[in-house]
């Protein structure tokens, strides 16, 4: 079965970091442009972040700074580094997947993950 999964998430104080990670299973992420998604409480899910190959092509300007996204050695995972976090962080993480040969960011992913809560404290 093709499928994402994302990982990492949980509770973290303000200033604190959160590492998600996100993983492919039956086929090759490393062929596929991979974006993050959050969606805060009550609102709809924005794309934050997004990497196509080893270039981080995006970030929303709310984590400029503060989060880092890069794909592991092997290409078959992509990390969401999340450093001094804010209460406005609160959400639901999502990593999505586009094959390279058609999408890019932005666009409607061919993979969702389930989904990560990341939840900040004050």
């Known amino acids: 079965q093709e499928q994402i999964v994302e990982s990492g998430g949980g509770l973290a104080q303000s200033g604190g970091s959160l590492r998600l990670s996100c993983a492919s299973s039956g086929f090759r992420l490393e062929n596929y442009i991979v974006g993050w998604y959050r969606q805060a409480p009550g609102k709809g899910r924005e794309e934050i972040s997004c990497?196509?190959?080893?270039?981080?092509?995006y970030y929303a300007d709310e984590i400029k700074g503060r989060f880092t996204t890069s794909r592991s050695g092997t290409r078959q995972t992509v990390t969401l580094q999340m450093n001094d976090l804010k209460p406005d962080d609160t959400g639901v993480y999502y990593c999505?997947?586009?094959?390279?040969?058609?999408?890019?960011?932005?666009?409607?992913?061919?993979?969702w993950g389930q989904g990560t809560q990341v939840t900040v404290s004050t």
């Open positions: 999505g997947a586009i094959s390279s040969g058609w999408g890019d960011c932005g666009e409607v992913m061919d993979y």
């Open positions: 990497i196509r190959g080893d270039t981080v092509t």
